[in-house]
């Protein structure tokens, strides 16, 4: 788990950074189309989905990620509690971008997803649009900045 330099070589035998996505959604039909959009090889790829929190939480012992897309209310249990633990589960210079995606976009609900570790807060209706762009080039502010920037 600790090699998470690794980077498959792109096409060009540049190194290439694709980034996993681990999807915690319960809607079938908004995680067919958040696959879609957020699969592009060489760069993003949904490498695991969740739809509870405890399907979540195995996912991220599992395997490590690049970037969480987390939605709030679940089938079962909560994505805040997920944020929570994954906080805590990677190491602070491997925090991964932690993206929220929900339809309860109040300013509690996102005061409550920023306290718990989240890095973006994205309304379901209004921001879809804003998603891939935010998981192409969006870093955790809980990773310390780089020395080489």
């Excluded at 805040?80 to 602070?92: D, M």
């Amino acid at each position: 788990m600790g090699t998470a330099e690794l980077r498959p070589s792109g096409f060009n035998g540049s190194p290439t950074a694709e980034r996993r996505i681990l999807l915690i959604e319960d809607s079938a039909v908004l995680s067919r189309r958040l696959v879609d959009l957020l699969s592009e090889p060489g760069r993003l790829a949904v490498t695991a989905q969740a739809a509870t929190q405890s399907e979540a939480l195995l996912k991220l012992q599992e395997a490590s990620y690049d970037v969480l897309v987390v939605d709030i209310e679940l089938a079962e249990g909560n994505g805040v509690a997920v944020i929570r633990q994954a906080r805590q589960l990677y190491p602070p210079d491997a925090q991964p971008l932690i993206v929220v995606l929900t339809n309860y976009a109040s300013d509690f609900v996102r005061d409550h997803c920023f306290a718990a570790g989240a890095d973006y807060f994205l309304d379901k209706m209004r921001d879809i649009t804003l998603l891939k762009g935010i998981v192409v080039d969006g870093h955790s502010k809980w990773t310390p900045p780089a020395s080489s920037h």
